[in-house]
C-alpha cells in the first residue's frame, strides 16, 4: 500500500466547509501532482445543519475516498470538534476555530479563532474559512502558499480576490503564531497548558 | 443490499461540473430525506482539463461513494462522454449537451444543447450547468424542481438569483421537448433514428 493521508473539515451549514474542501483539493490535486478526492455526505445526520467535507491524498489511484481515520481533523464548531475528534489518528493533528470550540478535547490541538480573525481583521466574518485554509496551509507540508492562493482565486466570486487574499495570509500568520506558542509550550515541557485559548 | 443510485457528471475545466454536483447532492440529500455523497477525484487524469464528478443516492448509509456503474451519466463535451459511457449501465440514462457531443454514443440519449441555451436565452454560457441541472430534474424524478431551485439559490453568488432560476427554467422546458420528441420516436418503433439532434 502506498502514501495515503486523510483530512476530515467540519463545521456547521453557512461556515463554508465544502468550498473548503473543494478548494483544497484542488490546491493539492492539481497544482502538486497528487490524486486527490474529495467528498461530502449528506444524510439524516447533516440535517441538524453539521457539514462535513473530506479529502484523501494518496500517490497511488485511490479506491476509496472516504476518511477512515483522518491524519487532520479541522473543526470550525464545538459539535464537529465533539463528533469527529474520537476518529482521529492518536497522532493526528486537530485544528481548531476557538471561536467556537471553547473545549478542546486535547491540548495539543492548534487553537486559532479564526472566526474572529475574519470578522475582526477582515470586516468579514464570511472569509473565516478560508482564513482556516491559510491556517492549514501553514500547518502542513501538503500545499504550497502558491498553490493554495491560486486555488482559491479560482473558486471565489469575482470581486473578492483582494478580500480572499488577504484572508489566506492572515491565516498563515495566525498560523506561524500557534506554531511559535506550542513549540515554547513544548520546550517547557507543559504537556498539561492549553495552548493558544 | 437497499437502493443506491449513482450519477456521473463530466465535462472540461470551467464548465461549473463541480458545482453540478454539489448543488444535485444538497437539492437530494437535504431535501429530499435520503443519503448523499458527492465525490470528486483530481489526478493525473484531470490535469488534461477534464472535470468529474459524482453523486450517490442510497436509502442507506452510504459506505462507497464513488460510481461504479452509473444509473445516470450528465456529458457536457465529447470528452467525457467518450470515456464515460462505457461505464453506463445498460439501461442507464444518457443525457449530453449536444453543444459540444456532436457524436453520441447512442441513440437512446437525450441531446439538448445546454450552452447554446445557456448563451441564447440566457445571454450568460456560464449557466449551461444550471440549465443541465433544469434538464436532470425533469428527467429523473430523484428531486422535485422546489428542491432544486432551493439548492441552486442557496450556491450561487448573490445578485445572480433571477439569471439562474430563469436557466433552471430553460432546463426544465428543454428537457420536456426532448421527452415529448424521444416518446414521439419510441411509438414509431424507430430505435435507429437519433432524437433532437
Given at each position: 500500500m502506498g502514501y495515503r493521508y486523510e483530512i476530515?473539515?467540519?463545521?456547521?451549514?453557512?461556515?463554508?466547509?465544502?468550498?473548503?474542501?473543494?478548494?483544497?483539493?484542488?490546491?493539492?490535486?492539481?497544482?502538486?501532482?497528487?490524486?486527490?478526492?474529495?467528498?461530502q455526505s449528506y444524510g439524516?445526520?447533516?440535517r441538524g445543519g453539521s457539514s462535513k467535507s473530506e479529502v484523501v491524498i494518496s500517490d497511488e489511484?485511490?479506491?476509496?475516498?472516504k476518511a477512515m481515520k483522518p491524519d487532520l481533523l479541522l473543526a470550525m464548531n464545538q459539535k464537529s470538534c465533539d463528533d469527529f475528534y474520537p476518529d482521529l489518528k492518536p497522532d493526528g493533528m486537530l485544528i481548531v476555530d476557538s471561536t467556537f470550540v471553547r473545549q478542546s478535547p486535547t491540548?495539543?490541538?492548534?487553537?486559532?479563532?479564526?472566526?474572529?480573525?475574519?470578522?475582526?481583521?477582515?470586516?468579514?466574518?464570511?472569509?473565516?474559512?478560508?482564513?482556516?485554509l491559510g491556517a492549514l496551509t501553514q500547518l502542513t507540508p501538503l500545499v504550497?502558499?502558491?498553490?493554495?492562493?491560486?486555488?482559491?482565486?479560482?473558486?471565489?466570486?469575482?470581486?473578492?480576490?483582494?478580500?480572499?487574499?488577504?484572508?489566506l495570509k492572515a491565516g498563515i500568520r495566525a498560523a506561524?503564531?500557534?506554531?511559535k506558542e506550542w513549540k515554547e509550550v513544548k520546550t517547557d515541557d507543559l504537556d498539561a497548558v492549553?495552548?493558544?485559548g
Open positions: 476530515r473539515l467540519g463545521g456547521s451549514g453557512g461556515q463554508g466547509i465544502i468550498l473548503m474542501g473543494i478548494v483544497l483539493a484542488e490546491a493539492i490535486g492539481i497544482h502538486e501532482g497528487k490524486s486527490v478526492a474529495q467528498t439524516p445526520e447533516a489511484e485511490i479506491d476509496y475516498p491540548s495539543k490541538a492548534f487553537q486559532i479563532p479564526f472566526t474572529r480573525i475574519a470578522r475582526e481583521k477582515l470586516k468579514r466574518e464570511m472569509v473565516a474559512n478560508i482564513v482556516a504550497s502558499p502558491k498553490a493554495m492562493e491560486a486555488a482559491v482565486l479560482g473558486r471565489v466570486p469575482k470581486g473578492t480576490e483582494t478580500l480572499n487574499r488577504d484572508a506561524k503564531r500557534a506554531m492549553s495552548v493558544g
